[in-house]
């Protein structure tokens, strides 16, 4: 495994730890929730979802409808519905009605509440056909402080003026206790004057054998409809506006109400303290089997076996239309991945959903038409980055970066973003980054890579010195050169493109002399082998020295050379040996030895031919190393 392959290893598993640290055990247990009471769905038969077993209690054969009738046995009874009505709320489960809460076409586990415009913490109390007499009395009191007499209301005489003496005192302590009292309704956080009462009014509708909600205040109209125990539908209105939710084992939400506060006499702030609201929910989503949903001025949504998705989002500004195909296999091979992204969704008030897409397509938005943005196409699989083209010192971004559905991710579709920087002649090939590729179905990522992969090692033409060979023992048979300490620099030698050249050796002396010598010793360069093998003395053959220098095959080779004497001072070769005779002198005599050795240094083939076969014959040889040798009594 090369290094590069090394530390992209090392990289992709950095990364996959980032991923994995991300995800929180909320995230988990959160995401087990929502796949508890909706991914079940997917994986079970409305048979098998419409009986559980539970150990020592038996099977039930609806779950959602026998949890309803817990429920409805507490909603409904008139304790509960008394208490409700003193907090002006109208409340209804399974099977009951409520004012215009509507439980009655719920068989499974439906609830329905109606809200006044603000939860008003001083409670409804009614007196016959008196209502809200507490708090509209409080109200009259404190804004309404007494009226002062007048005189001319009184008869004349000593009479009426008694009685408007005495209706004057009465008003001014009626007008300092009232006044008092507003002083202390101030003091506490309470503004006169007092508005009226909240009122309880609206629709809210469940229907199903499913798990049915909605929610409805000043004037909303809200219905929720749901069938098989496994699926959830919610819905909520205020303000005269409508939310239609519908599931087939799946969720379905449409949300459209605004902020409920808490208050006293009106007023949200008491003794520096700001109570508790019920916050605003604009939202739609869906998901599962057969699921769909409508908010007034909040949009629509509707969702097929968890692969088809439509959502039309009227909050943005411009309306935004998606057409999506999903994986809902990821919450199998990803559920790390699925349950941080319901975290997420969840956090951001984003729609709910346990696939991820394979491909999206969006248009409109908070992107305008002329943004190179406004048609976006979008995956989870994939690149999840830009594609980057740096080429002569300028840059080329693919795929911008977009967000869609509160995540960024790369448009597909978009325009690229040139941008121009100082032009860069030395940067001829274009450098493409190419981002970490994302897979479904559990197939590990692939890259990020960059090409040309500048990170590789590229060849070098410099070849690097080979170490100095070893010493070689001091002999009568190791070439003077050697002995000279030629090889010491480590430098290696460079291997000549010609055949080294061959002089053959003077004749000084008779052929007939039985002092000659063997063939002379060939450099041969770094890597080349002699053609004569073992029977050469004294071979340099590169980096390393000949087996076959000894003293056995100095010997052999000596007596091989005396015995052919005669044929090399045959008149055949006497004529050529001597034409050659002054030339090789001269060169001889650099090279000669201060011993007197028969040692020589030649190229290839030079000792047979150029050997002579008397006492005090010379010859000389010049190899590709550049040094000679010579012989003599």
Known sequence: MGRNAIRRTRKQERRRNRKQKRNTVAAGMAALATVAAVGAGQMISPEQAAAVTIPGVGEIDDPAGQLGEIIAGIANNEATQEA?????????ATGGTSGGADCSKSTGTGVAVILPTRIELVPRVDDGDDTDVLYNGTQDYLNNPPTEPVREDFPDGVTGDAA???????????????????AGAGAIGIGVPVPDAPVTEGSAKVIGSGFQFALASGGGKATAISYLPVSLATAGASDGRTAISFAIVGMANAWTTSEIPVTVLGSSEILGVELPSIPAIQQVSCYGGITGAYAEGVGACANVAGTFDFRLDLLK???????????????????????????????NGQPISLSKDFARLSAGGD??????????????????????????????????????????????????????????????????????????FGIP?????????????????????????????????????????ALEDPTPVSTPETEPIVTPTALDEPASSSNSVGPVADYIGKHRTPEGGSDIVGDYVGKHRSDSTDDEGTAEQSSETTSSSPETSSPERSSEESSSDEAASEKSESGESSDGSNETGGSEGGGSEGAGSSTGESGSTTGSGGFSGSTGD
Do not use: K
């Open 445 to 485: 990522t692939a890259g990020p890579y960059v090409i040309p992969d500048t990170t590789s090692s590229t060849l070098t033409t410099t070849t690097p010195a080979a170490p100095a060979p070893e010493p070689l023992p001091e002999t009568d048979e190791t070439p003077m050169l050697l002995r000279a300490g």
């Open 164 to 182: 408007f003496a005495a209706a004057y005192a009465q008003y001014l302590i009626d007008l300092g206790v009232q006044q008092t009292a507003v």
């Open 317 to 347: 500004d411009s309306p935004e239309v998606q057409f999506g195909l999903t994986d809902p296999s990821a919450i199998l091979f990803d559920p790390a991945g699925v349950f941080g992204q319901v975290i997420t969704q969840i956090l």
């Open 367 to 440: 992107y305008d038409l002329l943004s190179g943005n406004f048609v976006r196409f979008t995956s989870d699989y994939g690149t999840q980055e830009p594609i980057v083209i740096n080429w002569l010192g300028q840059e080329l971004t693919l795929n911008p970066m977009v967000t869609v559905n509160g995540q960024e991710r790369p448009n597909h579709l978009g325009a690229p973003v040139l941008v121009l920087n100082t032009l860069d002649t030395g940067e001829i090939v274009p450098v493409i980054g190419v981002p970490e590729i994302e897979f479904p």
């Open 84 to 92: 409700l009505t003193a907090l002006r709320i109208e409340l209804c």
